[in-house]
C-alpha cells in the first residue's frame, strides 16, 4: 500500500479526497484504491465545505424533506441540511425543516427504519447522501429500502461515483472517475490484481479499513 494521493475538488479547493494505491476487499468489489473520507467526514471544516460544495449542485432542483445518510454522512448530511435551508430550499412537511437520519442495518446486510424514524420517510422527499457509488449495489439496495417504505427519492449526492446514474435517478458527485483514471473497481472472481498474484492490503468499507497482518 502506498501514500496517499490528494485531490482537490475542482469547484472547491478547500475538498481533499485522499485516494490510497493498494490492494483492498470491500463488500461489494476488489478496489485499486481506498478513498479516505476521515477528514471530509469527520473534521468540522471539511465536512461544512463538502457540504456547501454538494449544496450547489442541488440547491436549485431539487426538494428535500429528509435526507438519508449512509457511510457516516451524518456530519456531512447535518450541514447539507442547513445549508440547503439557508439558501431558500424549503421542505414539504409540516414542521418546514429537513430531517437526517440514518438507516439500521439487520440480518444479512438488510436496511430498514424502525417505527418512529418511518415518518420522516414516508411520503417525503429524500435525498439519498453517500461518501461513494461505485458497483451500485448499495445505492440500489438504500432505493429499494426507500421505496418500500414509501419515500420518493428526489435525488442522489455522492463525494465519489463512478456512474452518472442508477436506477433512472441522476447522481450528483465531487468527484468522478476522471479525477481517477485508473480507479478499478471489479468482482473478486475477475479481480485483476488477484490474477497477477498482488496481495491484498486490506478490507475496507465506508468506516475505514483494516490492515492485513501479513
Known amino acids: 500500500m502506498q501514500e496517499p494521493i490528494k485531490i482537490p475538488c475542482k469547484s472547491h479547493a478547500d ?15 476488489h478496489v485499486n484504491y481506498f478513498l479516505d473520507m476521515t477528514n471530509l467526514k469527520h473534521r468540522l471544516s471539511e465536512a461544512s465545505a463538502t457540504a456547501k460544495a454538494l449544496s450547489e449542485q442541488i440547491v436549485a432542483t431539487t426538494v428535500v424533506d429528509t435526507i438519508v445518510c449512509m457511510d457516516g454522512c451524518e456530519i456531512i448530511g447535518a450541514f447539507l441540511a442547513e445549508d440547503l435551508t439557508r439558501a431558500g430550499i424549503y421542505s414539504m412537511n409540516a414542521h418546514n425543516t429537513i430531517y437526517i437520519v ?27 447522501l453517500l461518501d461513494s457509488a461505485t458497483t451500485g449495489k448499495t445505492v ?17 449526492s455522492a463525494v465519489f461515483s463512478i456512474a452518472n446514474s442508477i436506477m433512472g435517478i441522476p447522481i450528483k458527485s465531487l468527484f468522478s472517475i476522471s479525477d481517477i483514471p485508473d480507479y478499478m473497481t ?3 472472481e ?25
Do not use: W
Request: aromatic residues 10%; charged residues 15%; hydrophobic residues 40%.
Open 190 to 214: 475477475t479481480c485483476g490484481l488477484c490474477k497477477d498474484g498482488i496481495r491484498i492490503d486490506a478490507f475496507a468499507n465506508g468506516y475505514g479499513y483494516s490492515m492485513i497482518n501479513r
Open 186 to 188: 471489479c468482482a473478486p
Open 102 to 128: 440514518t438507516p439500521e442495518f439487520v440480518n444479512t446486510n438488510q436496511l430498514m427504519f424502525r417505527e418512529n424514524y418511518i415518518p420522516m420517510i414516508k411520503g417525503k422527499n429524500v435525498l439519498l
Open 15 to 29: 475538498v481533499v479526497l485522499k485516494a490510497i494505491p493498494g490492494h483492498f476487499v470491500t463488500p461489494n468489489s
Open 140 to 156: 440500489a439496495k438504500a432505493v429499494q429500502t426507500l421505496g418500500y417504505y414509501g419515500a420518493t427519492i428526489s435525488g442522489i
